[in-house]
């Protein structure tokens, strides 16, 4: 079945430090998901990417999705401690069959 | 708009038994997935509901069933209950595109 795979697992980073995590899949996604989850929490929903090569932006987050539809990552800018939860990706393969499949999420810890 | 309810919050559930998860969707959506979540497993699909149909299916055992409304509101049930099946379990609707609105969760502990 459909496979994301997401590294790093855990991330350290200073206050202010920057941060990325990466979404693989060995297959050509459909389109590619994001969601955050606090510690706690549920997953919340942060944008969807659908075209080759897309790169959207939120605040101090930038989306990418890759030219092949097979990777994207997640990029934030000067972390804050309000950004402290797990990032997930998730896709749905072409076919669609197999529901959405989340890659397993990247920890960000902040060190103030 | 009302968020995803998800009842009980906790439970507690001895090996052998069976549990019955409760999901009501945020007004207006169709379709209702859940997911386990584990340390070791992360975020596993379930099912997918819509309009009362099962849509799509996970990889799990039949001893995971669910079951749709025709108000939209979801339940699943978990049978023969396994020590590995104390879980997260998260319920998510969707309007379309799969853009999924999570639930806060049930936390199911079985002993």
């Known amino acids: 079945g459909q496979q994301v795979m997401q590294i790093p697992q855990y991330q350290h980073v200073q206050e202010g430090e920057d941060f990325t995590t990466y979404c693989n899949s060995s297959?050509?996604?459909?389109?590619i998901q994001w969601y955050k989850q606090r510690p706690g929490g549920h997953p919340v929903f942060l944008i969807q990417l659908v075209k080759s090569g897309e790169v959207k932006k939120q605040k101090r987050l930038t989306f990418q999705f890759g030219e092949a539809k097979k990777n994207s990552s997640l990029h934030i800018t000067a972390t804050q401690t309000t950004d402290v939860g797990t990032y997930f990706c998730?896709?749905?393969?072409?076919?669609?069959?197999?529901?959405?499949?989340f890659g397993k999420g990247t920890h960000l810890i902040i060190q103030p | 708009k009302a968020g995803v309810t998800q009842t009980p919050r906790y439970l507690i559930k001895t090996r052998g038994q069976q549990v019955t998860l409760s999901c009501s969707p945020i007004?207006?959506?169709?379709?209702v997935s859940w997911y386990q979540q584990t340390p070791g497993q992360g975020l596993q699909f379930l099912f997918e509901?819509?309009?009362?149909?099962?849509?799509n299916k996970g990889n799990f055992p039949g001893r995971f069933s669910g079951r749709q409304f025709s108000n939209s509101r979801s339940e699943m049930n978990v049978s023969t209950l396994e020590l590995g099946d104390s879980a997260l379990y998260l319920c998510a609707s969707s309007l379309s595109a799969h853009e999924q609105y999570f639930g806060p969760g049930t936390r199911l502990t079985v002993t």
């Open positions: 998730a896709a749905i393969s072409g076919g669609g069959a197999d529901g959405l499949t």
């Open positions: 509901y819509f309009s009362e149909t099962q849509r």
């Open positions: 297959t050509t996604l459909s389109n």
């Open positions: 007004s207006g959506h169709r379709s």
